[in-house]
């Protein structure tokens, strides 16, 4: 179905009749004179009816350009069929940690070594695409936290944005509290009675305004949910030149903070060592956090405005070389 969204534009169309009678052009004054009639006269009626009807067109032209122009500014729209989604009634915000230890390689994905955002791009983004019905949200932290995305329907974009994220765009350290306290901003304004953040880290707080645990009791007060995941292997062994040894790359994990966080908001602490435990968690989540579907009709929107919007412009443009071509001649 084809509508104008703001029709009351078109009260404006009969502006350039208002500006012509309230505003006249300027008679020009010519001094008599005796002519004397000959055959140049007639070549001067001739083109004076070319210029007549050329006058006639750059009118019509300018008005049909009007026109177009108003139709624009209405914001013409196609209504699509209605479509039929279902609604969880719930709000989740993810929280990524981009900080620099995130470089470290010790997942696995098909037996391919990939360092930890690649493996949680790679679970997270399959966790994402079951949401449906739900808003999400993405914010990115480092050393700083950045709201990447605004709760939405659309969880393309959101699995889209999260692939295009790389580590150190938000700093090279890790703002847990900051992006705990960022997410209560934006969630704490929703009417679902279900609001909840799945916080991702492989780190502990070392930077930020506020610590994690009283950012947390602010989140428990405002009913926000925190499930937080500690990524990271627990021991590897390496090949040095000084032989092979053991090493810890998750030392620099709170493990301690990220607990206590998801216990003062009635959330849970999930531990990934390898890419087959983050899928698990993933799937403990969908089973935490299960689906109330209610039923809501949407019917997509097509703006149409840059097609009037073009032809005026280019309407104009013929105007205006006319008008210059007339001059010169």
Not at 282 to 308: I, S
Request: glycine share 8%.
């Amino acid at each position: 179905m084809f509508q104008f969204e703001w029709p009351w534009v078109f009260l404006a169309l009969p502006l350039p009749l208002l500006v012509y009678y309230l505003f006249p052009a300027g008679v020009e004054r010519h001094e008599a004179a005796l002519r004397v009639p000959f055959l140049q006269d007639f070549r001067l009626s001739q083109q004076t009816e070319l210029q007549s009807r050329r006058k006639f067109w750059l009118k019509l032209m300018c008005l049909m350009a009007w026109l177009l122009l108003v139709a624009a500014g209405s914001r013409p729209q196609f209504l699509g069929e209605s479509i039929g989604i279902d609604i969880s009634g719930r709000d989740l915000m993810m929280a990524v940690d981009l900080s620099d230890s995130m470089r470290i390689g010790d997942f696995k994905i098909n037996g391919d070594e990939v360092n930890r955002l690649v493996a949680t791009k790679y679970v997270a983004s399959q966790f994402i695409e079951r949401r449906k019905g739900d808003r999400l949200g993405l914010i990115l932290f480092g050393s700083r936290a950045y709201l990447q995305a605004p709760l939405t329907f659309d969880t393309k974009t959101i699995n889209q944005l999260l692939l295009e994220s790389a580590i150190g765009l938000a700093g090279e350290r890790t703002a847990i509290g900051d992006a705990i306290g960022l997410s209560l901003k934006r969630l704490e304004q929703s009417d679902y009675d279900s609001r909840v953040l799945i916080l991702i880290t492989d780190g502990a707080n070392t930077a930020g305004e506020v610590t994690p645990l009283k950012a947390a009791e602010l989140a428990a007060e405002h009913g926000l949910k925190i499930y937080t995941i500690g990524v990271g292997a627990d021991e590897q062994i390496k090949s040095t030149w000084f032989g092979v040894r053991k090493i810890n790359p998750s030392a620099q994990l709170d493990e301690k903070t990220l607990r206590g966080i998801a216990e003062m908001t009635g959330g849970r602490y999930f531990r990934a060592r390898d890419t087959e435990e983050f899928e698990q968690i993933y799937k403990v989540l969908d089973e935490l956090e299960p689906l109330n579907r209610e039923q809501q009709t949407l019917r997509p929107v097509e703006t149409l405005f840059y097609w009037p919007l073009s032809a005026a412009l280019l309407l104009s443009l013929i105007v205006y070389l006319q008008t210059l071509w007339g001059r010169q001649t």
